[in-house]
């Protein structure tokens, strides 16, 4: 076979898929168009946040969803300093699990400080809203520490 | 459904339904060597397929191997610009992202000679008189418009000649056995 210079060629693939919610999940995206954090309450009392239909463990259906804090602890967390094209994120950020208050299981999202130095796992944050919202995870633009806050 | 409760701050808001989730993929496509030979030559007007060195079925476009057995086809033919249609849909419904006029109709092309077949456009034939069977040819882009890429044939057009047989047409003439040469 002849010799050839290599191809390639840009490929993208784009869905713009649109998908229902369910009871639990859009009443937790409600809730946070009107910038509060619901949970949902297992059996034993604890309760997850984010929310599901089903208790992990035991599979039963899960219905009685409460309002947790908008403040929180950082559990873990990893930094991010270039963030990809697709990233809701423009700035250098962390990404943490945080742990409401009230809640018993944590929630992935950005901490929003412009160094890594700013964060450690403990870290009070609370959540800072988008000022329009729309029914989305990104209703939450992130969480800020709360050094200098009366907690 | 199950009634979930939600605290009463939530009571008489309208709920969320439904939410966006996009999801777009960035890919840089690396063609392999019989989708690369397959391109070069597309870009000549050419359209070639490989010939199975298990049992001689010509494969079109080229994968590089006999799915069927696993076996590296590298022996390239150039096939003609002519085949037959193998199945089709009328599509009715807008599909968000394909700016095509509707109806239009989708179908298995299987170019002479070949064994298997490849999705394409067919235009110039009214959606009423599509037919298994009928037999068709490429409608090329304007030559100083060709390139390495599937968009070089716009679509293909019936040419008028008799059906082939709708037993012999698609894949069934995979499976009546070559001798016959079911497939034109």
Known sequence: MESHERLSAPLVLEYPFTRTTGPVIGAFLTGLREKIVLGIKRKDGSVLVPPTEYDPETSEGLTDMVEVDQTGEVITWTWVQEPRDQSPWDSPHALAMIKLDGADTPLLHAVLVDNPESLKTGTRVRIKWREKTEGHIKDIEGFLPMEGDDD | ?184
């Open chain 2, 1 to 184: 459904m199950t009634e979930i409760s939600v605290p009463s701050s939530l009571d008489g808001v309208e709920p969320v339904q439904s939410v966006r989730t996009p999801i777009r993929m960035e890919y840089t496509f690396t063609p392999g060597v019989a989708a690369q030979t397959y391109l070069r030559e597309f870009a000549n007007k050419k359209i070639l397929g490989v010939v199975s060195p298990v049992d001689g079925a010509v494969l079109v476009p080229p994968r590089g191997a006999d799915s069927r057995h696993g076996a590296l086809c590298d022996e390239f033919i150039e096939m003609p610009h002519t085949g037959h249609i193998g199945s089709f849909c009328v599509t009715n419904v807008p599909i968000p992202g394909r700016e095509l006029d509707l109806p239009y109709i989708s179908a298995w092309i299987f170019l002479d000679g070949a064994d298997i077949g490849f999705l394409n456009l067919v235009a110039e034939c009214p959606p009423e008189e599509c037919r298994i069977g009928m037999r068709v040819e490429a409608v090329w882009k304007p030559d100083e418009e060709i390139g390495m890429t599937a968009e070089n044939i716009l679509y293909w057009k019936p040419t008028g000649e008799p059906d082939i047989p709708f037993e012999a047409a698609g894949v069934r003439g995979w499976h009546v056995g070559k001798e016959d040469q079911t497939n034109a």
